[in-house]
């Protein structure tokens, strides 16, 4: 072949080929970005859209319908999620993985344009922003010591979090746990009606007299002045002289109405690290930003403003995501190395050379160096697909180098000169060599025209794939025969010989009583058809298993991190909230190698369908040292925290691991979708009663919540038009009164400072009805012009593809199915009837996820089998040949299944992702085999029967090399430990089982069935 002849006849030319390979692959390592997922452009757009003071079924009406409705018809649409909460509107679209995000925002930005004037006139105008999964939180710092926490949340805000976000590959910096200064006019509501005077009125007069204008220019003697007109104070307390009414000569200040002074807005959220309070901040990279180089780029500013921070405050670095992802990269490459030690070791026991181990042992580590420029270039980082690629190809790239050195070796007696032998002994085996290696490239393309979201996460998988199977190709036919020309001997005298021919005897010997036992076997047809018939059985066996090994989309994470999520009843305010969370806290600190026990409150990870924002809610992180350090199982750890926490009442506990995207995503969730709210609260709690006496389920919780208590004002029409007011103007002088009205702007320095007007807060709601209103020039009584009564209103509405909707989620047990729990709820709702027809459920997140990448599976199986028996054809030049080889592939199956099942593991995408790889592997074998019969059929002249039993012979060594070294190279990463190596596990078990059942079964089954057919006419003509 013209690889192996370029190799033996210039290698120097080849040898300065591969040190520049080698040199680029290192240099590609240095350079190349870590990352925990590949980068993936999941086109998600946000509508988020603020009105204060309205209720979620106002909003509902008002601005998500009339959203819903504009961006319906925008190309490419998939999901419409909506969020109604106080406050609040929070959309969220999905759109097909086709769609371009940049354009789908655009368009989204063009359909709202058309209905602004729609919306109600005092709402804010909607924000649409692009959703990228990789921006996320990769650090948490914590600002905690003596000083006030308003102090610190202003520093935090206007210094130390700029110097943050200026760092390169940071995106954004979010603030927890404080708020932000303001100019509050606190007025005292007995002098205000004693002055004739209302909120509004005080909010006018601000708005008149609180300006800086610039007046323009005036010119003199060739010169230009500008005139400004600045009618601003230069001290909050200054704004209390203001005179804002003059009664007959009487002026009146707005010191005589209450008190000006600095303060901060309404106190919403608290955060609390090891029980000091402070600012929680959260840094988010850029989707495209490495990582680990961001991170440490944040740790550099950190360790730099540590030591100069202002007296009374300190810098506490809680967690970061470079860690996790080092660890894995780490973990990823650990597993590589030992299965290049490992096959190294088969090497020895199998060829009885250690000149043949350190040959592989230099040529495996280079293909994955030289594999990491190309995955450089293509733009790829190293993360939790690509090492899958480069850790399933590792026993592969075994097979490949063992073939051709075994060849090799075999040749070494033939030849006197090195050279020659090695071009020789690689040419014999180029066409099994191209067969293995192009099935595993075949494999790869169907991964790649995925088009569900799981597809788009394997594409790098696919990609990797691609290229360290074409380095194998040019390294064993390029590397291994110069390597073997140069320091392999052809002779060998002492112990090593005779090691050598005692193994080479007893293998020779074991052929030949495969060989005999096989001919032997296929004298019977009767037998042959049973032995047939007993794998199908096997097979149907297998598949029966999949409804006892069920589901999951992938494994859970020990990340050494534990969210406990914690809402109250809508009627509790922050500082009983604030009692409650602290106490449960206590509860959980005692844990040994807890580092840090962090606490917002106010503000909550979650998904669309909850509530993440309001002083009810809290949050308990709870940060352990990682995995690899202690000996306990964080899932384990979860049952504790659930025990010590069952006694806790009035409120809804979530207890779950956090992801690696940081935040508490519960992997079931169903949704149901109808017209009637009540209906679908009543099927909802249904739903969650049927989860928790689920066995596979730990966590529930429900979209459905009780009301919030309101006071309901609903204007008097009749007796506000003698008056002469209006709705707005009624609506405008509640505002002020309660939440207060943001009237001007103080300015000083480079800051500035809104100026809120608002009453002096007391405590009871029956202050309202004694609320003054300005009317027809006279001060009356709300209760006068305004019917005043208590109400309810639903504290959030979800609404999903325009309907209103119920969310059902659910965490799973350690080993707990996905699929067995959505089955078994949905057959509940259906047998009970309570899904009528104007009723539907589906599946969302995990589940939905996992509902479109079967499907996506099963037809990229269907073509890479396609593609295989079309590869295998094109290299040996025979239809029929590959429908032998592919007898494997059932065999493997079986080996999958039952690895599953013995492990306890469940089918996750990463083991649909192994199936599809393992069609393109479990056929390396087969395919010695094959070839080496069609060669000696052709290359002899003997009958096909002969020619395959000399190959059983011939071959056995190396087909026991392969699915040995195949099997064992994936076994450390079935074994993995490391951090994220769930998910590597699952795939290594199930690579280990079907290459071990499939070669070993193959053994008997492929030659039986090839001899069934075979024919005892010898062969006079090339096939």
């Given at each position: 072949?013209?690889?192996?002849d370029a190799?033996?006849?210039?290698?120097?030319?080849?040898?300065?080929?591969?040190?520049?390979l080698?040199?680029l692959?290192l240099?590609a390592?240095?350079?190349?970005?870590?990352?925990?997922l590949?980068?993936?452009?999941i086109?998600y757009?946000?509508?988020?859209t603020?009105?204060?003071g309205?209720t979620?079924?106002?909003?509902?009406?008002?601005?998500?319908?009339?959203?819903?409705?504009?961006?319906a018809?925008?190309?490419g649409?998939?999901h419409i999620?909506?969020?109604c909460?106080?406050?609040l509107?929070?959309?969220?679209?999905?759109?097909?993985?086709?769609?371009?995000?940049?354009v789908?925002?655009?368009?989204?930005?063009?359909?709202?344009?058309?209905?602004?004037?729609?919306?109600p006139?005092?709402?804010?105008?909607?924000?649409?922003?692009k959703?990228?999964?990789n921006?996320t939180?990769?650090?948490?710092?914590?600002?905690?010591?003596?000083?006030?926490?308003?102090d610190?949340?202003?520093?935090?805000?206007?210094?130390?979090g700029?110097?943050?976000a200026?760092?390169?590959?940071?995106?954004?910096?979010?603030l927890?746990?404080?708020?932000e200064?303001?100019?509050h006019v606190?007025?005292?509501?007995?002098?205000?009606?004693?002055a004739?005077l209302t909120t509004?009125?005080l909010?006018?007069k601000?708005?008149?007299?609180?300006?800086n204008?610039?007046?323009?220019?005036?010119r003199e003697n060739?010169?230009e002045?500008?005139?400004?007109?600045?009618?601003?104070?230069?001290?909050?307390?200054?704004i209390?002289n203001?005179?804002v009414?003059?009664n007959?000569?009487q002026?009146?200040?707005?010191?005589d109405?209450?008190?000006?002074?600095?303060s901060?807005?309404?106190?919403?959220?608290r955060?609390?690290?090891?029980g000091r309070?402070?600012?929680?901040?959260?840094?988010?990279?850029?989707?495209?930003?490495n990582?680990?180089?961001?991170?440490k780029?944040i740790r550099?500013?950190?360790e730099?403003?540590k030591?100069h921070m202002?007296d009374?405050m300190?810098?506490?670095w809680?967690?970061?995501?470079?860690?996790?992802?080092?660890?894995?990269?780490?973990?990823?490459?650990?597993?590589?190395?030992?299965?290049?030690v490992?096959?190294?070791?088969?090497?020895?026991l199998?060829l009885?050379?250690?000149r043949?181990a350190v040959?592989?042992?230099v040529?495996?580590p280079?293909t994955?160096?030289?594999?990491?420029?190309f995955?450089?270039l293509?733009?790829?980082?190293?993360?939790?697909a690509?090492l899958?690629?480069?850790?399933?190809s590792?026993g592969v790239?075994v097979?490949?180098?063992?073939?051709?050195?075994q060849s090799?070796?075999?040749?070494?007696?033939?030849f006197?000169?090195?050279?020659e032998?090695?071009?020789?002994?690689?040419?014999d085996?180029?066409?099994a060599v191209?067969?293995?290696?192009?099935?595993?490239?075949?494999?790869?393309?169907?991964i790649?025209m995925?088009t569900s979201?799981?597809?788009l996460?394997f594409?790098?998988f696919a990609?990797?794939?691609l290229?360290?199977?074409?380095a194998?190709?040019?390294?064993?036919?390029?590397?291994?025969p110069?390597l073997?020309?140069?320091?392999?001997?052809?002779?060998?005298?002492?112990?090593?010989?005779?090691?050598?021919?005692?193994?080479?005897?007893l293998?020779q010997s074991?052929a030949?009583?495969y060989?005999r036992?096989?001919?032997?076997?296929?004298?019977?047809k009767?037998?042959?058809?049973?032995?047939?018939l007993v794998?199908?059985?096997?097979?149907?066996?297998?598949?029966?298993l999949?409804?006892?090994i069920?589901?999951i989309f992938?494994?859970?994470?020990d990340?050494a991190?534990?969210?406990?999520?914690v809402?109250?009843?809508?009627y509790?305010n922050?500082e009983?909230?604030?009692?409650r969370?602290?106490?449960i806290?206590?509860k959980l600190t005692?844990?040994s190698?807890?580092?840090?026990?962090m606490?917002?409150?106010?503000?909550?990870?979650?998904?669309?369908q909850?509530a993440?924002e309001?002083?009810?809610?809290?949050?308990?992180?709870l940060?352990f040292?990682?995995?690899t350090?202690?000996k306990?199982s964080?899932?384990k750890?979860?049952?504790?925290?659930?025990?010590r926490?069952?006694?806790e009442?009035d409120?809804i506990?979530?207890?779950?691991?956090?992801?690696a995207?940081g935040s508490?995503q519960?992997?079931?969730?169903?949704?149901?979708r109808?017209?009637?709210l009540?209906m679908?609260?009543?099927?909802g709690?249904?739903?969650?009663?049927v989860?928790?006496?689920?066995?596979?389920?730990?966590?529930?919780?429900?979209?459905?919540?009780?009301g919030?208590?309101?006071?309901?004002i609903t204007?008097n029409?009749?007796?506000?038009?003698d008056?002469?007011?209006?709705a707005?103007?009624?609506?405008?002088c509640l505002?002020?009164?309660?939440?207060?009205?943001?009237?001007a702007d103080?300015?000083?320095?480079?800051?500035?400072?809104?100026i809120?007007?608002?009453?002096?807060?007391?405590?009871?709601k029956?202050q309202?009805?004694d609320?003054t209103?300005?009317?027809?020039g006279k001060i009356v009584m709300?209760e006068?012009?305004?019917?005043i009564q208590?109400?309810?209103?639903?504290?959030k509405?979800?609404?999903?593809?325009?309907s209103?909707?119920?969310?059902?989620?659910?965490d799973?047990?350690?080993?707990?199915?996905?699929?067995?729990?959505m089955d078994?709820v949905?057959?509940?709702?259906?047998?009970?009837?309570?899904?009528?027809?104007?009723y539907t459920?589906?599946?969302a997140g995990?589940?939905e996820?996992m509902?479109?990448?079967i499907?996506?599976?099963?037809e990229?199986?269907i073509?890479?089998v396609f593609?295989?028996?079309?590869t295998?054809a094109a290299?040996?030049e025979?239809?029929t040949s590959?429908?032998?080889i592919?007898?494997t592939?059932?065999?493997g199956?079986v080996?999958?299944?039952?690895s599953l099942?013995?492990?306890?593991?469940?089918i996750?995408?990463?083991?649909?992702?192994g199936?599809?790889?393992?069609?393109?592997v479990?056929?390396?074998?087969?395919?010695?085999f094959?070839?080496c019969?069609?060669?000696?059929?052709?290359a002899?002249g003997?009958?096909?029967?002969?020619?395959m039993?000399f190959?059983?012979r011939?071959q056995?060594?190396?087909v026991?090399?392969?699915t040995?070294a195949?099997?064992?190279?994936?076994?450390?990463m079935?074994?993995?430990?490391?951090?994220a190596?769930e998910?590597?596990?699952?795939?290594?078990?199930i690579?280990?089982?079907?290459?071990?059942?499939?070669g070993i079964?193959?053994?008997?089954?492929l030659?039986?069935?090839?001899l069934?057919?075979?024919?005892?006419?010898?062969?006079?003509a090339k096939?």
């Amino acid at each position: 072949m013209f690889l192996s002849d370029a190799s033996t006849k210039r290698p120097v030319a080849i040898s300065c080929l591969l040190i520049a390979l080698v040199a680029l692959g290192l240099n590609a390592y240095r350079k190349i970005s870590l990352e925990l997922l590949p980068q993936m452009d999941i086109p998600y757009v946000t509508v988020s859209t603020t009105w204060l003071g309205a209720t979620p079924s106002d909003i509902e009406k008002d601005i998500a319908k009339r959203i819903e409705d504009a961006v319906a018809g925008v190309d490419g649409l998939k999901h419409i999620e909506c969020s109604c909460m106080e406050n609040l509107c929070y959309i969220s679209l999905e759109f097909n993985l086709d769609v371009d995000v940049d354009v789908a925002a655009v368009d989204v930005r063009e359909k709202l344009d058309t209905i602004m004037d729609d919306l109600p006139s005092d709402a804010d105008r909607p924000i649409v922003q692009k959703f990228n999964i990789n921006s996320t939180a990769v650090a948490n710092i914590f600002i905690t010591g003596s000083a006030d926490v308003d102090d610190m949340y202003d520093y935090a805000d206007n210094e130390l979090g700029d110097q943050f976000a200026a760092l390169g590959g940071v995106s954004d910096v979010t603030l927890v746990g404080g708020n932000e200064r303001e100019v509050h006019v606190e007025i005292d509501r007995e002098k205000l009606a004693e002055a004739n005077l209302t909120t509004g009125q005080l909010v006018q007069k601000l708005q008149d007299e609180i300006l800086n204008l610039p007046s323009g220019r005036v010119r003199e003697n060739g010169m230009e002045f500008s005139v400004r007109f600045d009618a601003e104070y230069d001290t909050a307390e200054e704004i209390a002289n203001l005179e804002v009414a003059n009664n007959n000569g009487q002026r009146i200040c707005l010191r005589d109405l209450g008190r000006v002074f600095m303060s901060v807005e309404e106190v919403r959220q608290r955060a609390t690290l090891n029980g000091r309070p402070g600012v929680l901040m959260k840094i988010v990279k850029k989707s495209e930003a490495n990582t680990v180089k961001v991170v440490k780029l944040i740790r550099e500013c950190f360790e730099d403003r540590k030591e100069h921070m202002p007296d009374g405050m300190e810098l506490v670095w809680v967690s970061d995501d470079a860690n996790i992802v080092s660890s894995m990269v780490k973990g990823g490459v650990s597993d590589i190395m030992s299965s290049i030690v490992l096959c190294a070791i088969i090497l020895i026991l199998f060829l009885a050379n250690f000149r043949t181990a350190v040959v592989a042992g230099v040529a495996m580590p280079l293909t994955v160096i030289i594999s990491l420029f190309f995955i450089y270039l293509t733009g790829n980082s190293l993360n939790t697909a690509t090492l899958l690629a480069l850790g399933l190809s590792t026993g592969v790239l075994v097979s490949n180098s063992i073939v051709v050195l075994q060849s090799i070796v075999k040749r070494f007696p033939d030849f006197d000169d090195p050279w020659e032998a090695a071009r020789v002994g690689t040419g014999d085996v180029a066409v099994a060599v191209l067969a293995s290696a192009g099935t595993n490239v075949v494999v790869m393309i169907p991964i790649s025209m995925m088009t569900s979201i799981v597809g788009l996460f394997f594409r790098p998988f696919a990609m990797a794939t691609l290229i360290i199977n074409l380095a194998s190709i040019f390294i064993c036919f390029n590397l291994t025969p110069i390597l073997c020309a140069l320091f392999m001997k052809k002779k060998d005298s002492g112990l090593g010989k005779a090691f050598e021919n005692l193994v080479v005897g007893l293998q020779q010997s074991l052929a030949e009583t495969y060989a005999r036992f096989v001919e032997l076997l296929s004298r019977s047809k009767i037998l042959t058809v049973v032995i047939v018939l007993v794998c199908l059985l096997l097979l149907l066996q297998s598949l029966s298993l999949v409804d006892k090994i069920g589901f999951i989309f992938t494994e859970p994470i020990d990340l050494a991190r534990v969210c406990v999520k914690v809402e109250y009843p809508t009627y509790y305010n922050l500082e009983h909230t604030t009692e409650r969370i602290i106490a449960i806290e206590s509860k959980l600190t005692d844990f040994s190698d807890l580092d840090y026990s962090m606490v917002t409150i106010g503000k909550v990870d979650g998904d669309i369908q909850e509530a993440t924002e309001g002083v009810f809610l809290g949050q308990i992180q709870l940060f352990f040292k990682d995995k690899t350090q202690r000996k306990w199982s964080l899932f384990k750890r979860l049952d504790e925290i659930r025990e010590r926490l069952k006694d806790e009442t009035d409120c809804i506990l979530t207890i779950s691991i956090l992801d690696a995207m940081g935040s508490q995503q519960l992997p079931l969730n169903l949704i149901v979708r109808g017209p009637d709210l009540d209906m679908l609260n009543k099927i909802g709690l249904r739903a969650q009663e049927v989860l928790d006496t689920d066995p596979n389920i730990t966590t529930t919780d429900t979209s459905v919540r009780d009301g919030k208590e309101e006071v309901k004002i609903t204007p008097n029409r009749a007796i506000m038009s003698d008056y002469g007011l209006t709705a707005q103007e009624l609506g405008l002088c509640l505002r002020a009164n309660i939440d207060g009205i943001e009237a001007a702007d103080f300015r000083k320095g480079d800051r500035t400072y809104d100026i809120r007007v608002k009453y002096k807060e007391i405590p009871g709601k029956n202050q309202v009805k004694d609320f003054t209103i300005p009317a027809g020039g006279k001060i009356v009584m709300l209760e006068t012009v305004a019917d005043i009564q208590d109400s309810y209103q639903p504290s959030k509405v979800y609404r999903r593809d325009k309907s209103r909707a119920v969310s059902v989620i659910a965490d799973l047990t350690e080993n707990g199915s996905l699929s067995k729990a959505m089955d078994n709820v949905n057959n509940v709702l259906t047998k009970e009837q309570l899904m009528s027809s104007d009723y539907t459920s589906e599946s969302a997140g995990d589940s939905e996820f996992m509902d479109e990448a079967i499907p996506d599976f099963i037809e990229a199986a269907i073509m890479a089998v396609f593609l295989t028996f079309l590869t295998l054809a094109a290299i040996l030049e025979s239809f029929t040949s590959p429908i032998y080889i592919l007898t494997t592939l059932p065999l493997g199956l079986v080996g999958v299944m039952w690895s599953l099942f013995i492990t306890g593991h469940q089918i996750s995408i990463f083991v649909l992702l192994g199936v599809v790889t393992l069609i393109g592997v479990v056929v390396n074998a087969a395919v010695l085999f094959i070839d080496c019969a069609n060669q000696t059929a052709a290359a002899q002249g003997v009958s096909k029967r002969e020619a395959m039993i000399f190959a059983l012979r011939d071959q056995f060594t190396p087909v026991m090399m392969v699915t040995c070294a195949s099997a064992i190279g994936m076994l450390p990463m079935a074994l993995a430990k490391g951090i994220a190596g769930e998910l590597r596990v699952s795939i290594g078990i199930i690579s280990v089982g079907g290459v071990t059942f499939s070669g070993i079964v193959m053994m008997v089954v492929l030659p039986l069935v090839y001899l069934l057919f075979a024919s005892d006419k010898k062969k006079t003509a090339k096939y």
